[in-house]
């Protein structure tokens, strides 16, 4: 079964230190991949995403994430986070097929960024 | 442009009962998915919905249901209510089928069943 594994369930961090979020998935086929936000109190909104092309999504609010299709990974990366970047982080992906789509999330990470 | 609609946003139910809840789209985007959230297993995709069709649907059992009506309001109904029903049960819109596009989610529906 398809399935998307984020390594870290809660990263503390100081402010203006680098971010990596891990997401790995497993499905051999045609993927869409995707990151999700959800700040405190509010929707889940979309960070970046990656469809074909180049492998490096540059996203909002300074987010990158790089596609690695020989490591099935979609990592999350941010050179200097904020304390306003404080949310949890979805990895999806729209594992494709003749069947239409279906997306499936990680488990979620906590970034929590201290002042 | 206003946002994914949900309602009601709190729910309680009784274990056995029925409940219907509902999601409007953005103006313009026709195609719904329902998710369900849960601390034990995440985001959880239940159904997509496109032109008042299901395209595809999540590992629930048949006592969760759906359906799109023209103006691509959508509707999910859960009968015969579990304990372990309660989540909170987001709806997302986009403008392409498949699922192939950015999701615009709504705030949920949180549902408790006791």
């Known amino acids: 079964a398809q399935s998307v594994s984020q390594h870290n369930h809660h990263v503390i961090l100081s402010e203006a230190a680098s971010l990596e979020l891990g997401c790995n998935y497993s499905?051999?086929?045609?993927?869409?991949l995707f990151w999700y936000v959800q700040y405190p109190g509010q929707h889940l909104q979309l960070l970046l995403k990656?469809?074909?092309?180049?492998?490096l999504v540059k996203g909002i609010k300074g987010f990158e994430a790089e596609f690695i299709k020989s490591k099935f990974s979609f990592n999350l990366r941010k050179p200097s986070v904020q304390w306003s970047d404080t949310a949890e982080y979805f990895c999806?992906?729209?594992?494709?097929?003749?069947?239409?789509?279906?997306?499936?999330f990680g488990q979620g990470t906590e970034l929590s960024v201290k002042p | 442009k206003a946002g994914v609609t949900q309602t009601p946003r709190y729910l309680i139910k009784t274990r056995g009962q029925q409940v219907t809840l509902s999601c409007s789209p953005i103006?313009?985007?026709?195609?719904v998915s329902w998710y369900q959230q849960t601390p034990g297993q995440g985001l959880q995709f239940l159904f997509e919905?496109?032109?008042?069709?299901?395209?595809n649907k999540g590992n629930f059992p048949g006592r969760f249901s759906g359906r799109q009506f023209s103006n691509s309001r959508s509707e999910m109904n859960v009968s015969t209510l579990e304990l372990g029903d309660s989540a909170l049960y987001l709806c997302a819109s986009s403008l392409l089928p498949g699922l192939a596009d950015e999701q615009y989610f709504g705030p949920g529906t949180r549902l408790t069943v006791t």
């Open positions: 103006s313009g985007h026709r195609s």
């Open positions: 999806a992906v729209n594992a494709l097929s003749n069947q239409g789509g279906k997306l499936i």
């Open positions: 990656y469809f074909s092309g180049d492998p």
């Open positions: 499905y051999g086929g045609t993927v869409n």
């Open positions: 919905y496109f032109s008042e069709t299901q395209r």
